[in-house]
């Protein structure tokens, strides 16, 4: 387990689905972040939109930060789509954006055709050697099926080099495979269960989720019903590979993508940062099963159905499924508002709207340009007075570790229980 892996540069690559989420991610330490915009987005019913207007400043943000951005542009495009989808991908080329992950042959091919760098989906399930031949006339990077296990990523990869395979650009094609997050019950995320059950398109950004609720079976002979309590049979649990990271590491693959554009940023933060560390601790040989499992408690932390090494080991489905709502050990809850920041001492006053503050709770801050603050206050005043506890209804001043804004929201995190009830 302390094995030191060689330092070859992994990149770990970010969801961000919102300008809080952007920041929080950079701030945790990842090495790229992918999002989507309006109309092309494959988290359209839970991410905070983002339009072809932010391109550019959302390449710029990470540009100035040394973070590549990957505009995912991996919804199906009909043809009243078409139009839309070239002037995605022109807004993409124009702003810098370092490349665009996609789907559907009129956007691989139209963004070829530009000059701008594709990353095949996962949604296009390559699991084998001569689909990454196939891919490599148009894509520098594919994104493996979610459903292969660790060994058969190992061969592809061996394969790529084996036989020298190359992209448009003329580099190596590079691999990339999720590490963490919501996983699905279809084949790479391409289910239709959604559309034939609320004519919502999974395919185009709008699932519902019917797989992650309970349901009735009935014996069609007898017309008795039974209810399939606590078993979501088709829900699956988050992909969690902290203790397998090494392993992942040493297959080659280039990039190690979290899942959850939809997330909340603090949700973000916590999933980056804790494998930055575990990328740390391979390179540094520190890696150990202690620290494991302080990571899995932490990622147990935010929201989850549950963690497991989804396909990466070869399980079967039902070793891992069963998992419906989040097992998350914490959650935010609204306190109040920033009024005003004070630069030199770095205090910010707060509105208490909502809840009361003690001294050692531990807060985020949530803002579209300060992004995401994490912090505990060490002291609070409160009518020009230092105190334990500020009451709901207060205007208080803490110290802050760097600045924020007035209108950004604070929120404390508290304990969850196993019934989902939390004190505050």
């Known amino acids: 387990m302390n094995t030191k892996q060689d330092k070859t540069k992994v990149e770990l690559l970010a969801p961000a689905g919102s300008y809080e989420a952007l920041h929080a991610a950079i701030s945790a330490g990842c090495d790229a972040i992918y999002f989507g915009v309006d109309g092309f987005n494959m988290r359209a019913n839970s991410a905070a939109h983002f339009t072809l207007d932010d391109l550019t400043k959302i390449a710029d943000i990470c540009h100035k930060e040394n973070i590549k951005c990957y505009l995912a542009l991996n919804t199906l495009v009909y043809d009243q789509n078409l139009d839309n989808m070239k002037k995605a991908v022109n807004a993409a080329k124009e702003a810098d954006v370092d490349a665009i992950i996609t789907f559907d042959f009129s956007a691989i091919e139209y963004a070829k055709s530009q000059g701008v ?136 693959a280039v990039s190690l993508k979290i899942e959850g554009r939809g997330r909340s940023p603090e949700y973000v933060d916590v999933v980056v940062r804790s494998y930055r560390e575990v990328l740390t601790a391979i390179e540094e040989g520190t890696y150990s099963k202690e620290k494991i499992d302080d990571w899995n408690a932490k990622l147990g932390t935010v929201f989850n159905r549950g963690l497991s090494e989804g396909f990466y080991r070869g399980k079967a489905f039902s070793y891992w499924s069963h998992g419906s709502h989040s097992k998350a050990t914490t959650k935010k809850v609204f306190v109040g508002r920033v009024l005003h920041y004070f630069k030199k001492p770095s205090v910010a006053e707060i509105s208490l709207q909502a809840e009361s503050l003690s001294i050692g709770d531990e807060v985020v801050i949530l803002g579209k340009t300060t992004g995401f603050l994490r912090t505990a206050p060490k002291e609070i005043w409160c009518d020009e007075t230092s105190v334990q506890l500020a009451p709901q209804g207060k205007v208080i001043t803490i110290k802050v570790p760097s600045r924020v804004r007035a209108g950004d929201s604070l929120y404390k995190i508290v304990s969850v229980g196993e019934d989902g009830s939390y004190a505050i």
């Open 117 to 252: 760098e594709v990353h095949i989906s996962t949604q296009h399930s390559i699991s084998n050697i001569e689909a990454v031949k196939f891919f490599s006339k148009w894509a520098d990077r594919m994104v493996l099926a979610r459903e292969l296990t660790l060994r058969q990523i190992k061969e592809i990869i061996s394969e790529i080099k084996e036989q020298d395979i190359h992209g448009p650009k003329g580099k190596l094609i590079e691999i990339e495979i999720f590490i963490h997050g919501a996983m699905c019950v279809a084949v790479s995320g391409r289910c239709g269960m959604s559309l034939y059950m609320y004519n919502t398109s999974a395919n185009c950004g709008a699932c519902s989720q019917p797989c992650r609720r309970s349901f009735t079976v009935t014996d069609k002979s007898t017309g008795q019903q039974l209810d399939v309590e606590n078993e979501f049979v088709m829900s699956t649990q988050d992909l969690c590979t902290v203790g397998m990271l090494d392993e992942i590491v040493a297959s080659g």
